[in-house]
């Protein structure tokens, strides 16, 4: 049989069992796709903006790892772009997934070979510009290999430590017919071996090391859920009664319910969960990258600590911090071996370690507001979603203050139920990734938390979220400001506000309305559960503006370049609220920044 | 600082040798000397890089490195028995007879050798180790060199031994 490379794309497609394409057409890519109606198990989403494409087959991929695959069969997310601009404007959505190993096969076309290096109207470089932000890039100038790339395409996207693979192709490849002689079963990469399998070695020292603990704790990262090793997990810290806290894109990892669940570490994680990593004598991290979010100073994390490391990429064990015990492998199979070698009777007793703990937790919780307050708070939003959705939503957060309150207000019970660009921090990611994880979820109610500076980046997408009544959920909290640089003008230069007030935008009404999405506004925190229940009730997509207290800070923080055990539980700045709450009335500096 | 001998066997291909740059660009590794050439099996290169790095770093260099997928094998040769050589070609002025007639016994002594003559300069080609390309090029600077070039390092292990990487090195560099 002979196919054209256009079909032969296709075809490759089908066979890895991709059902779900964005992407948008242009010169370059027309012959593919010219032939993808021939193709109707492949269905193609028309985004509005190629970066959109890419987040939305990232938000794809992250929600359906929810749903526990061999990873020979993980749901890969797929985008097509056009040469040149349609090329480049992925880049920043396959960069988002190569920071967060988000499984990704992104198809370009580019110019025709004869054209190749002759600065043809748009001919871009890109496999040459996505060599640094792909896991492995593909340029495929004969179109017999592209069975055997796409096949090694998808097998490096989604085993290992996953993550985005990009194929360009040249037009006239699309066009050409090849022989076509079956899909390849397998793969011939030499040079990519991951190790799954721990050195059982290393496992037992890890033992040694969990039974003459005191203070134990476990640093659950995104490993955890992209191994599918959340129930191993709890077997685990339930085994050994080790408390886990997880980092950003750990959440979720670990059921926040559970008893011994201290919930989100790092820079706006909760004190008593930095407190305790900064006075742990173990620190079992299990699928993380010890990021400088997540560990603020390294020299200064985890001093007393023993430091026990589990991922499956050997690069990232020793990067940042200093390890005493590595484990390279799958971070399920790596539970899966170590939870028996841990004997009960052997362990230490943690109960003063757990208190201890419990105390720090009373001694700083989560902020608590009263019901009604002469501002709206973004916390009360986040915690009124809480309420309305039972947890059982899955949450796609944008980039920013209200990124950070949707990590800690929300209480996260499920495997990938918050999803959130965490490594590139992309601004304007939640809505397309919303709309991608919906899709891949149709059983889950989704809601985008967007603030309005992230919200203006990528709300073209609005189209596509109506056009095919996707529906997401939009919180849009509205303060007017860029407000996560605006906290840290505030904060760490001085209080120079510059170039972050985002007043006078848009009436997030009309616009909506201007889509054909129905919207609603909330400005005081009584109209919370009305204006939720009626987006909720209602079938498709739906907007909620939620006008927010300009200037409310993010806490608790650990200041860039210091240790974890410096957190900032509050400041003077939130005293100033709270005085406020008591109804003391907006102070002179609430005035003045308007 | 210490310098490091790097080898690594890397599949061929348009993008291989991109890659590996791009990735010590990434992240800020000096390259002192590159090189790179076809090996006794079809399809398979060798490079041979003498990067300068605290040891941490040219052990996080190695385990990037290993991430590129046509990368087969990395070895550090630091610490092994080795022979690492390489050839320079250096063009020399004489001026004068008595000039060229200290060139030529210098290059003698290193056992470097004449590969052209004109008539207001030599051209030496001189094979050895690093330090010793190094002090011939110093004893020739007082003549004026026009012009230099040399080919980086390559190295070999002594003895049956190939480079050594396995499974249990990998996990070696980070215990």
Not at chain 1, 57 to 84: H, I, M, N, W
Not at chain 1, 87 to 106: F, K, Q, R
Not at chain 2, 73 to 98: G, I
Request: glycine fraction near 8%; hydrophobic fraction near 40%; include cysteine.
């Amino acid at each position: 049989m002979r196919l054209s490379g256009a079909r032969a794309i296709c075809q490759s497609l089908v066979e890895e069992g991709v059902s779900t394409i964005f992407g948008l057409p242009g010169g370059a890519i027309m012959p593919l796709y010219d032939v993808l109606p021939e193709f109707p198990d492949l269905h193609h989403v028309l985004v509005r903006h190629e970066q959109c494409a890419a987040h939305m087959a990232d938000g794809y991929a992250r929600a359906a790892a929810a749903l526990k695959k061999p990873q020979e069969q993980r749901t890969v997310g797929v985008c097509f772009g056009t040469s040149g601009p349609g090329a480049t404007n992925l880049v920043t959505g396959i960069c988002n997934a190569h920071m967060d190993s988000v499984p990704l096969v992104a198809i370009t076309a580019n110019v025709p070979n004869n054209m190749i290096g002759t600065d043809a109207f748009q001919e871009a470089d890109i496999t040459g510009i996505t060599i640094p932000i792909t896991k492995q890039n593909y340029f495929v100038r004969d179109g017999k290999d592209l069975p055997r790339v796409l096949r090694e395409a998808f097998h490096l996207a989604r085993t290992g430590r996953p993550g985005p693979v990009h194929v360009d192709v040249p037009k006239d490849v699309l066009l050409t017919e090849y022989d076509w002689n079956g899909y390849p079963s397998s793969v011939g990469l030499q040079g990519y071996q991951p190790t799954f399998e721990p050195n059982m070695r290393q496992v037992k020292e890890a033992t040694r090391l969990i039974e003459r603990a005191q203070r134990p704790i476990i640093i659950a990262g995104q490993g955890v859920l992209l191994s599918g090793a959340w129930d191993e997990l709890r077997d685990f810290a339930e085994k050994t009664r080790i408390p886990v806290m997880t980092t950003l894109l750990g959440l979720s990892s670990f059921p926040e319910n559970h008893e011994l669940s201290l919930g989100l570490m790092g820079m706006h994680g909760w004190v008593h969960c930095n407190y305790a990593v900064h006075n742990a004598d173990l620190v079992i991290a299990i699928g993380m990258r010890m990021d400088d979010r997540a560990c603020g100073k390294f020299a200064g994390f985890a001093p007393q600590a023993r430091i026990v490391h589990v991922d499956i990429d050997p690069a990232e064990i020793g990067k940042n911090v200093r390890v005493d015990v590595p484990i390279v492998g799958d971070v399920r199979r790596v539970l899966s071996r170590l939870e028996p070698e841990v004997h009960s009777e052997a362990l230490q007793s943690h109960a003063a370690w757990l208190d201890q703990i419990a105390e720090w937790r009373e001694q700083y919780p989560p902020k608590c507001y009263p019901s009604t307050t002469p501002e709206l708070y973004q916390p009360q939003v986040i915690q009124a979603i809480n309420r309305a959705t039972r947890g059982e939503a899955v949450i796609v957060a944008d980039v920013g203050q209200h990124q950070m309150f949707a990590a800690q207000h929300y209480e996260y019970s499920h495997p990938y139920s918050f999803i959130t660009s965490g490594g590139l921090g992309t601004m304007g990611y939640s809505l397309p990734a919303a709309i991608g994880a919906q899709l891949a979820r149709p059983d889950k109610q989704v809601w985008c938390v967007v603030g309005d500076g992230c919200f203006q980046m990528t709300l073209q997408e609005l189209a596509v979220m109506a056009i095919h009544r996707v529906p997401v959920k939009v919180a849009l909290l509205n303060n007017e400001y860029l407000g996560m640089v605006r906290q840290q003008q505030q904060v760490q230069y001085g209080g120079n506000l510059v170039e972050v007030d985002l007043a006078g935008g848009p009436d997030y009404i009309k616009l909506a309305q201007a889509y054909g999405v129905p919207a609603w506004r909330a400005t005081d925190p009584t109209q919370l559960d009305d204006v939720i229940g009626a987006a909720m009730a209602y079938p498709g997509p739906a907007i909620i503006e939620f006008r927010v207290a300009r200037n409310e800070d993010v806490y608790p923080w650990v200041l860039g370049g210091t240790s974890l055990g410096e957190v900032l539980p509050d400041t003077p700045y939130e005293a100033e609220r709270d005085r406020v709450l008591a109804g003391a009335g907006p102070s002179a500096r609430d005035g003045s920044d308007r | 600082m210490s310098k490091h001998t790097l080898v690594a066997t890397v599949e061929e291909g348009p993008a291989t040798l991109n890659r590996v740059l791009s990735l010590f660009r990434q992240r800020s590794f000096a390259i002192e000397s590159l090189s790179i050439g076809r090996t006794n099996e079809p399809g398979i290169m060798r490079l041979t890089m003498v990067v300068d790095g605290a040891r941490v770093a040219v052990e996080q260099v190695t385990k990037q490195l290993y991430k590129v997928i046509e990368v087969r094998k990395v070895s550090d040769l630091s610490e092994d028995p080795r022979v690492e050589r390489e050839l320079a070609l250096v063009k020399v002025t004489c001026k004068t007879a008595p000039q060229r007639a200290e060139v030529m016994q210098i290059a003698d002594i290193y056992r470097a050798r004449v590969v052209d003559v004109a008539t207001s300069s030599l051209m030496i080609e001189v094979t050895g180790p690093t330090v010793k390309v190094d002090s011939l090029i110093d004893l020739f600077k007082p003549y004026g060199i026009k012009e230099l070039v040399r080919t980086g390092v390559v190295a070999m292990t002594r003895g049956q031994a190939t480079p050594r990487t396995d499974r249990t090195d990998r996990l070696k560099l980070v215990s």
